[in-house]
């Protein structure tokens, strides 16, 4: 098989950012060979946050985004070329996931919205894009998400170990790999990943993020505001299940505040272990002791969400993608290259196991480019 070159794009919930990898398939889980990151300028991020949540005006203020968001694509992945000196015509296609602005996975109709216009990705690269991925697997009557389980079990499957890839972005999910091959993979959202604490560090220590989990390191956790937290449904509701910030919201946390009057470190160590906690309880429910659980995702940097996860988790392992291979920033835009090659190769992207959709289905929609590819 000759070795094909794609562009994966992702930039999630956590709305940090751009992050663009190259990979080149030479068979069937590709490696990686560049990467590129941007992030959201403030102005855009503001905007883009305030779409997540119903409000006056959505259209007039979505058709502008929708544009501005794919020039900010198109210009990270004119980064990317420029970097790993490869030329638009050499790349088979880019594989956009687009900014999510609203997943209702269970509202009747169910629907998901990502925006980045793929049209103008197309136009402004020269590269034929993929994208859309989501709506095609509600279509089917799935969640749209998560989506990137099928690429875990290609890329991260191991012939007698069982794994769990938990992917720690705004909000985390996790893919159980029963070692032994790509069958039998289920996954879903487990809940918040770093998207209240983000929230909460922005409130109070005016960053994006805390750093390394440092501010959480400083408060105690409070056993009683994490309980009724985790009284959440959404935690112990079976699966197929998929959530968003739009859940677990600042409106969200700010009802369960209501009843405490605690200092803010106090807040932040306790929504740290809601993330860690959330997690281990998912992966304990599975009841597949002995495990070996790898993250990938930001929250990988959080030192005292991963301290605490590992405390929860223990005796099972939990290693970083970076142990086995892919640095933990890089293995969703991978999977979204993968996912842009499924639907190329007329393959399906979902797992019905992980989404609920009533079939296997090949994702997205293909928006071809104007110039020539070399062949
Ligand atoms: N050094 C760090 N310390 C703590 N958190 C970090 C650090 N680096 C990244 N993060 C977290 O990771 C998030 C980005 O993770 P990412 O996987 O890109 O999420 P998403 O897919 O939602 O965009 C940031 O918003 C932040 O919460
Ligand atoms: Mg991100």
Redo the contacts with the bound molecule.
């Keep these: 098989m000759k070795a094909e070159l794609y562009i994966g794009l992702?930039?999630?919930?956590?709305?940090?950012g751009i992050?663009a990898v190259l990979a080149r398939f030479g068979g069937p889980a590709g490696e990686l060979i560049g990467h590129s990151s941007m992030p959201w300028p403030r102005e855009i991020k503001g905007r883009l946050r305030a779409l997540t949540l119903p409000g006056d005006d959505e259209i007039e203020r979505l058709g502008p985004l929708d544009i501005e968001v794919a020039d900010a694509f198109a210009e990270t992945i004119h980064a990317l070329l420029r970097q790993t000196g490869i030329r638009a015509n050499q790349v088979r296609a880019v594989g956009s996931h687009g900014q999510t602005v609203r997943h209702r996975p269970n509202s009747t109709p169910p629907f998901t919205l990502q925006i980045g216009d793929p049209n103008r990705i197309a136009e402004l690269t020269g590269i034929d894009v993929v994208a859309d991925f989501r709506r095609r697997d509600i279509a089917a009557g799935g969640q749209g998400a998560p989506l990137v389980p099928a690429y875990h079990a290609v890329a991260f499957s191991h012939p007698s170990e069982q794994r769990f890839i938990l992917n720690?972005?705004?909000?985390a999910n996790i893919t159980r790999l029963p070692g032994g091959g790509p069958d039998r993979v289920s996954g879903y959202d487990t809940g918040p990943?770093?998207t209240l604490?983000?929230h909460w560090a922005g409130e109070w220590l005016g960053t994006?993020?805390?750093?390394?989990?440092a501010w959480a390191a400083t408060g105690k956790i409070n056993e009683e505001l994490l309980e009724k937290m985790l009284e959440e449904p959404y935690f112990t509701q079976p699966a197929p299940k998929s959530t968003g910030p739009e859940q677990f919201s600042p409106g969200w946390l700010e009802r369960h505040l209501d009843a405490f009057s605690l200092p803010p470190q106090e807040v932040q160590a306790t929504l740290t272990a809601l993330t860690a906690e959330s997690i281990a309880r998912a992966i304990a429910g599975e009841k597949a002791d002995p495990c070996r659980v790898v993250a990938c995702?930001?929250?990988v940097?959080?030192r005292e969400l991963m301290r605490q996860l590992r405390r929860r988790l223990a005796p099972n392992p939990v290693d970083t993608t970076a142990d086995h291979g892919m640095d933990p920033?890089r293995v969703?835009a991978m999977a979204f290259a993968w996912l842009a090659r499924q639907t190329l190769l007329g393959l399906p992207g979902n797992l019905p196991a992980v989404t609920g959709a009533s079939h296997p289905v090949v994702l997205g929609g293909i928006y071809p480019s104007a110039r020539q590819r070399l062949v």
Excluded: H, K, R
């Excluded at 720690?168 to 909000?171: A, D, F, Q």
């Design positions: 992702m930039s999630g919930t956590s709305m940090d992050d720690i972005g705004g909000i990943g770093n604490l983000n994006p993020y805390d750093a390394d989990g995702g930001g929250g940097f959080n920033s969703e």
